[in-house]
């Protein structure tokens, strides 16, 4: 059976990326780590890696890293040179002990994301 590419259905890469980060999105929800209070203003003026001083790792996916691709969807401006916030994913639920299953889910809607902004 042959997986459909963007191609068969002329999606843009700005357009994959947004099936892609709903996908995430609704995995998110369905694995319990969506409903979260926006963290304040503070939190957002981090400087370390994935604000992992000022917030939870789903917290930053949430209103960082999903909100700042949605914008450069929405914009369609150009890609990042590179994105790998998949190991940094699946680090968080190990330690957090979260169900194989849902790391798996997770891992994978990261990975997708992380591949098609380095690929493009």
Same mark, same amino acid.
């Given at each position: ?11 843009? @890469? ?5 099936? #892609? &980060?709903?996908?995430? !999105? /609704?995995? %998110?929800?369905? +694995? ?31 209103? @960082? ?5 949605? #914008? &450069?969807?929405?914009? !369609? /401006?150009? %890609?990042?040179? +590179? ?38």
């Amino acid at each position: 059976m042959r997986v459909n590419s963007r191609e068969d259905f002329d999606m843009t @890469v700005h357009e994959e990326l947004d099936v #892609a &980060l709903r996908r995430l !999105e /609704a995995t %998110m929800k369905a +694995t319990n780590l969506w409903q979260m209070e926006s963290p304040g203003p503070e939190a957002f003026a981090s400087q370390q890696p994935f604000c992992i001083d000022t917030m939870a790792l789903p917290q930053w996916l949430r209103f @960082v890293f999903i909100a700042r691709l949605d #914008a &450069l969807v929405e914009a !369609e /401006a150009p %890609m990042p040179e +590179t994105c790998d916030v998949a190991p940094a994913v699946e680090a968080y639920l190990a330690q957090e002990g979260a169900r194989a299953n849902d790391r798996l889910l997770l891992c994978k809607a990261v990975e997708e994301i992380d591949r098609l902004v380095t690929d493009n």
